[in-house]
């Protein structure tokens, strides 16, 4: 399908891996011009350059901390005015909620919930100028299904899909929209390092982690970062822009009520 977005620009926060990456190859696939992101140099360069060698599209690395001020800003002085926005960044670390002090639940709110806030705010009047643009906020499937543990996450990311249910629509007359991708269990670098802990907290294999978790999945499998950029760029098309304010799941089925 042509998504119908070629020559589009994109920032995808936090993509040098993982979904992010998987949805900054998809736009590039899809024509755009991409912007890449992550804090470590050298991963961040060559995935810019592995995707702009598979796509042919225009692919600028950043290496910033998304979370910060001055990453931000090094985001926007490449890209000063992109359509298309995909808000992403790692989550805090599995804990249980009395271990969280004043300042680690600061840093949580800022990183899954202020963060993305901050930079819609600075794209949507030139998206807004433009009649045309495309905002997806990777959360998580525990915004509507809670894990214990990850507690700071599912609250930070909860909030942000909350305070963006108003703002989407007070931007859909001027042709932008606002929408979040829910994952379940992608097989990540991030899913793999939590399968590790889980198999020495658990003295089992990695393996016996995976397959117990698999287990619990309709699907039975975990799911393939691709589809996932896939998804995401879909969103981003110009064939989805009847679609706002939505929450799109991605766990294989396991999230198992009706809506
Ligand atoms: N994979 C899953 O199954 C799953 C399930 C539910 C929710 N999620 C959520 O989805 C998001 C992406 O997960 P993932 O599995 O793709 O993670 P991942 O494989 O660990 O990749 C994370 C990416 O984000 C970059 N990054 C992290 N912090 C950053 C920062 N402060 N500034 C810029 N870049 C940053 C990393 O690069 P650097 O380290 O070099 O900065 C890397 O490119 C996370 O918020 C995660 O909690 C994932």
């Not at 891996?17 to 890449?36: I, N, Y």
């Not at 990850?150 to 629509?169: E, H, I, K, Q, Y």
């Not at 679609?243 to 809506?259: E, H, W």
Request: hydrophobic share 45%; charged share 20%.
């Amino acid at each position: 399908m042509d998504l119908g977005i070629a020559g589009r620009k994109a920032i995808v926060c936090a993509s040098s891996r993982g979904l992010g990456r998987a949805s900054a190859f998809h736009l590039a696939d899809a024509g755009c011009e991409v912007v890449v992101n992550g804090r470590d140099k050298a991963k961040t360069e060559a995935t810019a350059a592995e995707i702009a060698r598979a796509t042919g599209a225009k692919v600028i690395p950043v290496v910033a901390d998304v979370s910060t001020r001055e990453g931000q800003a090094a985001l926007f002085a490449a890209m000063p005015e992109p359509d298309i926005l995909v808000n992403n960044n790692a989550g805090p670390p599995f804990r249980d909620f009395r271990e969280l002090d004043r300042q680690k639940m600061i840093d949580g709110v800022v990183g899954n919930m202020i963060v993305a806030i901050e930079l819609i705010q600075q794209v949507v009047d030139p998206m807004k100028a433009r009649n045309f643009g495309r905002i997806v906020n990777i959360t998580s499937g525990s915004v509507k299904m809670p894990i214990g543990g990850l507690d700071l996450s599912s609250g930070a990311r909860a909030g942000l899909t909350a305070f963006l249910c108003g703002v989407a629509r007070q931007l859909a007359p001027h042709g932008i929209t606002i929408n979040h991708l829910l994952p379940g269990s992608f097989a990540t670098d991030r899913l793999e390092h939590n399968m590790q802990t889980v198999a020495k907290n658990q003295n089992i294999t990695v393996e016996q982690a995976k397959a117990a978790r698999t287990a619990t999945v309709p699907a039975k499998r975990f799911g393939d970062p691709d589809e996932f950029g896939a998804a995401c760029a879909f969103l981003c098309s110009k064939h989805a822009g009847y679609i706002t304010g939505q929450n799109l799941l991605m766990d294989g089925g396991v999230f198992p009520g009706a809506f």
